[in-house]
């Protein structure tokens, strides 16, 4: 079975944090690299953070320095560290597993988890 499950979404105020977890089939965490997506009502769905299989990372110019994404082969899991959450930030985030020589684009997901809610206001 083929499983990518989101969880630790929620609403925080502006400059608060959250850490979003997924927690992913082994087959599918030991061949793929993961990233988090995240689309807002009327965007396109858009790349905030991936990780390879070797541990390489890769921001959004948009979270850089705030976000950091982190792996834990052990649990296959994948973490996303939110720190100084924004307005802007407000978003689905979806957890996404690809071929690590494709690109980093939604288009390249090969499987996506069901997405969590991220709300951040006043």
């Known amino acids: 079975q083929v499983q990518l499950v989101e969880s630790g979404g929620g609403l925080v105020q502006p400059g608060g944090s959250l850490r979003l977890s997924c927690a992913a089939s082994?087959?599918?965490?030991?061949?793929?690299?993961m990233g988090w997506y995240r689309q807002a009502p009327g965007k396109q769905r858009e790349l905030v953070a991936a990780?390879?299989?070797?541990?390489?990372?890769n921001y959004a110019d948009s979270v850089k320095g705030r976000f950091t994404i982190s792996r834990d082969n052990a649990k296959n899991t994948v973490y996303l560290q939110m720190n100084s959450l924004k307005a802007e930030d407000t978003a689905v985030y979806y957890c996404g597993a690809q071929p690590a020589s494709t690109t980093w684009d939604p288009t390249a997901v090969r499987y996506w988890g069901q997405g969590t809610q991220v709300t951040v206001s006043s």
């Open positions: 990780i390879t299989t070797g541990g390489t990372t």
């Open positions: 082994k087959i599918i965490f030991n061949i793929y690299a």
